[in-house]
């Protein structure tokens, strides 16, 4: 018997410490300087490596904050007449998750064909009245990879994708979160800075598919036809297109984009980002920037975060950045959540993703790529609003900071792989 338990145990480790190990090979040599980001062969390049390529005729606005992001979110989906897909990692109870839950349960009573995909661990706040509330309206709504005794290797993979299409012809991605921490318009401490951004034109269907995927993946189901994908009209000037990224199908993507852009800019690199631990070859990407006379700034969240660990992690990894030339800013007011990169004033990435190995590796992630001046010039303002919201790190006091931080953040960046 005892041997039995023995094995048992040797089994249940095993599979334990596999799900820490990534399965596939990761990008580690030097993204050669090719070309520049106003380069077409930029453009093709990011159009043959990360999917789909960026289409003409979009147009994305900017949502800030929960006061600007949630009623045009809810009047898409109030005025849905077709269908309507939601994927989304944090799904709360609260009054913004009652308030989404009753409008998609209200368009599925009225014919509507809603699907609903949230994370089983993003959702473990859901209480199961919000999941009753929607099933009994009509919602098929599912949870991605819940916890099963025989899918333990597949639990590190969560979703955090942030998709909502309607009819096929109105979407929206971002950093936002269905939960009340996102309400307001990070008045104070307890709600959040984000962004959050409202798509229309031939782009749409890239978000679509993108939910697709994973829903193909929890449900079995193909969603197809004219409902799903309508002919999408130009209807603005944007060249925009949004890719996906998933450990399951071995897929580097998320961080191919990020070095990729990084080696091609000629002037700046701006960086906002709630939980920025790069890697050895992001540091080392960057770094190289620097040298060819790039300004790097980057803005991260300060003392209010919901994530001391990720935090920690992040310190411990500013030191070769900071003697190189890299302006690293916190965000003072309240929890920083945004997720935008912006190079040489002309291309800007926002979405899911964030700066880290998590996002990067294990996640499931979704962004929306856009190449357009105007596009970028109204990220930059509001960008360097946030930026005087913030305080600058200096390096001399950043060396100087106590040896009991240094330790908690040098133990911190051990885990870097999975904050």
Known sequence: MLVFWIVLGAVLATVIALNFLPGEKKVQTRISELYFIHDPQFLRSMSHLLGPPLVPGNRAQELINGDEIFPP??????????????ETYIYWSGEIGKEFAEALAERARAGVKVHVLVDWAGSVKMEDDLLELMKDGGVEILKYHPLH?????????RTHRK????DGHIGFTGGVGIADTWLGHAQDDNHWRDSHFRVEGPVVA?????????????????????DYFPALEPVGEHYAQVFKSSSSEGSESVRLMYLLSIAAARETVYIANAYFVPDDLSVETLTRALRRDVKVRILVPGRHTDSGLARRASRARWGALLVAGAEIYEYQPTMF??????????????????????????NDEANLNIYDHAFAARQIAIFEDDLRKARRVDYDAWKRRPWREKLLEHGSALFRSQV
């Open 337 to 362: 959540h945004c997720k935008l990169m912006i190079v040489d004033d002309v291309w800007v990435s926002v979405g899911s993703t964030n700066f880290d190995s998590r996002s990067f590796r294990l």
């Open 206 to 226: 890239h978000m679509q598919a993108a939910f697709l995927d994973n829903w193909m993946k929890t449900s079995g189901a193909v969603l197809h036809g004219e």
């Open 149 to 157: 005794w025989y899918h333990l290797a597949r639990m590190n993979n």
């Open 73 to 86: 979110m809810l009047a898409a989906i109030r005025a849905a007449r077709k269908t309507i897909t939601f």
């Open 163 to 166: 998709l909502l299409v309607v």
